[in-house]
């Protein structure tokens, strides 16, 4: 069983800054891949930034720059650092680890970027 929690999600102003933490527990030690995808109503759940074991990193286009996706292996805890939010990232946003097969998400967490 694996248990994958996050937090850091919250309302911002455009242009503002949020971090966005997930650690994942239970029966696998260490997680391959370690991740954020996020989901607006209607649409299609997206990928939004991962990283590999041994430092790969991808993100999808419109973060590039202003999105930053890191690790600490040792908490198997992911973390997304957002600036320059844009009204377009708004959007619930879902962690996912995974080992082998496997994916395991998180129960989401909502990112508003409003004024």
């Known amino acids: 069983q694996v248990h994958v929690v996050e937090s850091g999600g919250g309302l911002v102003q455009p242009g503002g800054s949020l971090r966005l933490s997930c650690t994942g527990s239970g029966s696998i030690s260490s997680f391959y891949a370690m991740g954020w995808y996020r989901q607006t109503p209607g649409k299609q759940r997206e990928l939004v930034a991962a990283a590999i074991t041994g430092g790969t990193t991808n993100y999808v286009d419109s973060v590039k720059g202003r999105f930053t996706i890191s690790r600490d292996n040792a908490k198997n805890t992911v973390f997304l650092q957002m600036n320059s939010l844009e009204p377009e990232d708004t959007a619930v946003y879902y962690c996912?680890?995974?080992?082998?097969?496997?994916?395991?998400w998180g129960q989401g967490t909502q990112v508003t970027v409003s004024s």
């Open positions: 996912f680890v995974g080992w082998g097969s496997s994916v395991y």
